[in-house]
């Protein structure tokens, strides 16, 4: 049985740090590197932008979503064991985490999709509509809670490793 003294030594510990590290790498890289290069290039007022940026966030979106599902398996794996999981505010984070990407997949980029499609061929589409401006406010939103979720989760597994004294063999 593993205690919680050494809960450095679960594998669950270094798979909720690794998870939560590519969670925050790959959203950190593409609302600060990807996401201001296809704005910049003029690549979101274009018209078939919709459908590419669909395709690309379908895939991002399910991957955070598997990442969010390992998070919130480990933090409640460390809860038989672990009373910083116990306590609730982890768990609580790692379903908080989850629930955003499903927000994401399952509302947010759908409605996106359906606001941004081209339905009127012969129509002048150059500027967004104020649906997907409130679409995109939405996204951002969510995207900072996310990251500071995630930030905060990360720091209470973290933090409470530090604090546990090692134990000897």
């Known amino acids: 049985m593993i205690s919680p003294r050494n809960l450095s030594q679960t594998p ?4 909720l740090l690794l998870t939560l590290g590519l969670l925050l790498g790959g959203s950190l890289t593409i609302d600060l590197l990807i996401m201001p290069m296809l704005y910049a290039d003029g690549m979101m007022a ?9 395709m690309m966030f ?3 979106n399910h991957a955070e979503l598997i990442g969010a599902a390992v998070v919130l398996t480990g933090v409640l794996a460390l809860a038989v064991t672990h009373p910083l999981a116990r306590e609730g505010w982890a768990i609580i ?7 955003i990407p499903l927000i994401y997949t399952y509302w947010l980029m759908p409605e996106m999709l359906a606001t941004g499609a081209q339905l009127d061929l012969f129509g002048d589409r150059a500027s967004m509509s104020p649906e ?7 996204y951002w939103g969510l995207e900072t809670l996310k990251i500071m979720t ?4 990360f720091r209470l597994i973290d933090r409470e490793h530090l604090q546990m004294p090692e134990t000897k063999s």
């Open 12 to 15: 669950w510990y270094f798979i």
């Open 150 to 153: 995630a930030l905060w989760l």
């Open 132 to 138: 997907m401006n409130w679409l995109h406010g939405g």
């Open 46 to 54: 274009d018209p078939g932008f919709a459908a590419a940026g669909s």
């Open 93 to 99: 984070l790692a379903i908080l985490l989850f629930g």
């Open 58 to 60: 379908w895939m991002v």
